[in-house]
């Protein structure tokens, strides 16, 4: 009976094989540790700050701010106005606009 190789499990970031000693666990996949960030800011993960949504890894603020709760009272702080639309978390779409509604101002 001839040897059949192993298939290893290939990184779901680089599609590579992932190797026991470097492998990281997360989403029920195997990442190389070099692959195991934050896709948005690109922040090394461990086990205790990593998360997951649509197959993609997060670090848990990158998380909260793009899929957390958005609205009054919710991660700005008291007294806080921000005019920031989340663009650079990938959101396209706001029901905000920072241009003033009276006509005399604008």
Avoid: I
């Avoid at 680089?14 to 026991?20: F, I, L, T």
């Avoid at 997060?58 to 920031?84: E, H, I, N, V, W």
């Amino acid at each position: 009976m001839p040897f059949k190789p192993v298939e290893q499990p290939k990184c779901p970031k680089c599609s590579k094989s992932v190797y026991a000693a470097e492998e990281m666990l997360a989403a029920g996949q195997k990442w190389h540790k070099n692959c195991f960030k934050c896709g948005l800011c690109h922040k090394s993960l461990d086990s205790t700050n990593a998360t997951e949504h649509g197959g993609e890894l997060y670090c848990k603020q990158c998380y909260g701010r793009k899929f957390g709760p958005k609205g009054y009272g919710f991660g700005g702080g008291a007294g806080t106005l921000s005019m920031d639309t989340g663009a650079h978390l990938g959101n396209t779409e706001t029901s905000m606009s920072n241009k003033p509604s009276d006509p005399y101002y604008g």
